[in-house]
C-alpha cells in the first residue's frame, strides 16, 4: 500500500461517525508522485464519497450509483462508455450509464457491473465508499477510480 492510501485511510478514519463521510486530503496526499494518483487540489473534481443506500444494492438488474455532477463533469463522464474500479489489487470494469435529466443535462451512473464489485467486496447498506481518480496509463481510454470502503462497522477495505 502506497503512502497516499495511507493518507486517505487516515483522513477518513478520523471524520467524525455522524453518518456522513468527509474526505480530507493531506498535503503529503495530494503532492505525492508516482502514485498514479490525480494531482488536483480541488477536492470535489478529484473524488467523491458514497454511503451506500438499498438503491445502490437492490436488485441486481436495478443497482445503480450516481456519479455526483461536479465529478462527472470535470471528467467528461458525457462521453465515456465506462469507467474501471480499483481495490485491494484487483479492477472491474463498469458501464457509465447516461440519463437526460431537466434541462437536458445528462446525469451518469455506475451500472452494469457495479453488481459484480458489490458481491465481491461484500458491500452493504450504510457502508461508505471514498473514490478518487487516478491518472490514465496511456493505454487504451479507460478512466480509472481508486475505491476504499468503510464498513458500518468501521473496518475498512482498501
Known amino acids: 500500500?502506497?503512502?497516499?492510501?495511507?493518507?486517505?485511510?487516515?483522513?477518513?478514519?478520523?471524520?467524525?461517525?455522524?453518518?456522513?463521510?468527509?474526505?480530507?486530503?493531506?498535503?503529503?496526499?495530494?503532492?505525492?508522485?508516482?502514485?498514479?494518483?490525480?494531482?488536483?487540489?480541488d477536492a470535489l473534481t478529484s473524488q467523491f464519497t458514497v454511503t451506500l443506500k438499498p438503491s445502490h444494492l437492490g436488485a441486481r438488474q436495478k443497482q445503480y450509483l450516481n456519479v455526483p455532477p461536479v465529478f462527472q463533469n470535470a471528467h467528461g463522464y458525457d462521453g465515456r462508455s465506462e469507467v474501471v474500479l480499483r481495490m485491494r489489487g484487483e479492477k472491474w470494469t463498469v458501464t457509465l450509464k447516461h440519463n437526460i435529466r431537466a434541462g437536458g443535462k445528462t446525469r451518469a451512473s455506475l451500472r452494469y457491473g457495479w453488481h459484480?464489485?458489490?458481491?465481491?467486496?461484500?458491500?452493504?447498506?450504510?457502508?461508505?465508499c471514498f473514490f478518487r481518480a487516478l491518472r490514465g496509463d496511456g493505454v487504451g481510454d479507460d478512466h480509472a477510480l481508486k475505491v476504499e470502503v468503510r464498513k458500518r462497522d468501521g473496518s475498512f477495505i482498501d
Not at 12 to 17: D, E, G, L, M, T
Not at 116 to 121: R, T
Open 1 to 41: 500500500m502506497d503512502s497516499s492510501s495511507n493518507d486517505i485511510g487516515d483522513s477518513a478514519r478520523k471524520s467524525s461517525s455522524t453518518g456522513t463521510a468527509e474526505m480530507n486530503i493531506s498535503d503529503s496526499a495530494r503532492n505525492s508522485s508516482g502514485t498514479g494518483e490525480m494531482n488536483i487540489d
Open 116 to 128: 459484480q464489485f458489490c458481491v465481491d467486496n461484500r458491500l452493504g447498506v450504510g457502508d461508505v
